[in-house]
């Protein structure tokens, strides 16, 4: 067998997860790639399909493979989950998901025992927790894509408004990702300015309407996968590429601010539950968690998130 570094594997040939291998081939960050999914034969179409761009791109080996492939891998991304059933209950498909974890998690370990792995499944932050507590692995090597895709979302959006290269906006999507997430607009930045202090300098200040658009921008953000499943069917491109930047912090160690989902330290008394903050992303994986100083409104909704995950984990029995 080959044994090409670096290695990603990808549980989960979806939307998602093929859209990642996409993007990842394209950064030219890998130089072996494993793909496994229950159906083998869509797996193969897929694997085929993309391979096929070999001339190309940077040098890569892809395979459509199963478990035992997976040895070796510096880092494992899981997109594989049980879908919805008609007339099954959110919680329901949860406890599905949870029981796949169980004997998914472990398997990943015993064949890729040094891999980080990052979790992407939703409830990304409910099922990171999960894989942490069967995977007996410790919990910086374990991450949930987190609020990275919703930060992306309000950059970008932020960035249309104010007329800015999303690149120079720095603010975050923090808690859960899901309906109890909030914007910690009290840090949000343009260029090192605090958005609260770059606004008054700003040309449209006086027609502006600032807390109506900031507002505006955050609910945008939340119900964005609402409307683009409503509109296509599923989300996988900003997610993708979300997991993209994601890998890169990892395979090239660059100690990146990302707002991963990653087990609560304590933070505003907080512990046993995965949820986002910025956090240091390495080759370790989680590398540091920032306690990032929130308005009093911000930290309640924190705080609103990690009991609203507490809730559903104890509800299925974690
Ligand atoms: P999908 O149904 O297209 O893909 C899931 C894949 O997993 C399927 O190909 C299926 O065959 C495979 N699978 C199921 N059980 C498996 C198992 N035991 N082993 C191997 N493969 C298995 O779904 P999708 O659109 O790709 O979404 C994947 C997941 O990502 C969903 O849970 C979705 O909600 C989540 N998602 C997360 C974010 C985020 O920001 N965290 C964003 C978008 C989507």
């Given at each position: 067998?080959?044994?090409?570094?670096?290695?990603?594997?990808?549980?989960?040939?979806?939307?998602?997860?093929?859209?990642?291998?996409?993007?990842?081939?394209?950064?030219?960050?890998?130089?072996?790639?494993?793909?496994?999914?229950?159906?083998?034969?869509?797996?193969?179409?897929?694997?085929?399909?993309?391979?096929?761009?070999?001339?190309?791109?940077?040098?890569?080996?892809?395979?459509?493979?199963?478990?035992?492939?997976?040895?070796?891998?510096?880092?494992?991304?899981?997109?594989?989950?049980?879908?919805?059933?008609?007339?099954?209950?959110?919680?329901?498909?949860?406890?599905?998901?949870?029981?796949?974890?169980?004997?998914?998690?472990?398997?990943?370990?015993?064949?890729?025992?040094?891999?980080?792995?990052?979790?992407?499944?939703?409830?990304?932050?409910?099922?990171?927790?999960?894989?942490?507590?069967?995977?007996?692995?410790?919990?910086?090597?374990?991450?949930?894509?987190?609020?990275v895709l919703d930060t992306a979302r309000?950059?970008?959006?932020?960035?249309?408004?104010?007329?800015?290269?999303?690149?120079?906006?720095?603010?975050?999507?923090?808690?859960?990702?899901?309906?109890?997430?909030?914007?910690?607009?009290?840090?949000?930045?343009?260029?090192?300015?605090?958005?609260?202090?770059?606004?008054?300098?700003?040309?449209?200040?006086?027609?502006?309407?600032?807390?109506?658009?900031?507002?505006?921008?955050?609910?945008?953000?939340?119900?964005?996968?609402?409307?683009?499943?409503?509109?296509?069917?599923?989300?996988?491109?900003?997610?993708?590429?979300?997991?993209?930047?994601?890998?890169?912090?990892?395979?090239?160690?660059?100690?990146?601010?990302?707002?991963?989902?990653s087990l609560a330290n304590g933070y505003?008394?907080?512990e046993d539950v995965y949820l986002s903050?910025?956090?240091?992303?390495?080759?370790?994986?989680?590398?540091?968690?920032?306690?990032?100083?929130?308005?009093?409104?911000?930290?309640?909704?924190?705080?609103?998130?990690?009991?609203?995950?507490?809730?559903?984990?104890?509800?299925?029995?974690?």
């Amino acid at each position: 067998m080959t044994n090409l570094t670096p290695k990603v594997s990808i549980i989960g040939a979806g939307s998602v997860g093929m859209r990642y291998a996409y993007a990842l081939i394209m950064k030219g960050l890998v130089r072996e790639l494993v793909i496994v999914d229950l159906d083998k034969k869509r797996l193969e179409g897929e694997v085929m399909d993309l391979s096929h761009g070999a001339p190309y791109i940077s040098p890569v080996e892809i395979r459509a493979g199963d478990y035992s492939d997976i040895k070796n891998s510096d880092l494992v991304v899981v997109t594989a989950g049980k879908k919805q059933k008609t007339g099954q209950s959110r919680l329901e498909l949860i406890k599905d998901n949870a029981e796949l974890f169980k004997t998914m998690i472990p398997e990943i370990v015993r064949q890729a025992p040094a891999a980080i792995i990052l979790i992407v499944t939703n409830p990304v932050d409910i099922l990171s927790f999960v894989a942490y507590k069967v995977s007996g692995k410790p919990a910086h090597e374990i991450l949930g894509s987190g609020t990275v895709l919703d930060t992306a979302r309000l950059r970008f959006l932020l960035a249309d408004n104010c007329n800015i290269d999303p690149r120079n906006i720095h603010g975050y999507i923090l808690g859960e990702h899901g309906d109890s997430e909030f914007a910690a607009w009290s840090t949000a930045m343009i260029g090192g300015v605090l958005l609260k202090n770059y606004c008054p300098t700003c040309d449209h200040f006086k027609t502006c309407k600032r807390e109506t658009v900031l507002a505006n921008i955050f609910n945008e953000v939340k119900d964005s996968a609402y409307e683009i499943i409503e509109r296509k069917g599923e989300t996988s491109y900003g997610i993708g590429l979300a997991l993209v930047r994601i890998t890169r912090a990892i395979l090239n160690n660059e100690n990146s601010v990302l707002p991963v989902s990653s087990l609560a330290n304590g933070y505003l008394g907080i512990e046993d539950v995965y949820l986002s903050l910025p956090s240091i992303v390495n080759k370790t994986g989680i590398k540091q968690v920032l306690s990032v100083e929130l308005s009093a409104q911000e930290e309640e909704a924190f705080r609103n998130s990690a009991s609203t995950l507490k809730k559903i984990i104890s509800e299925i029995g974690f």
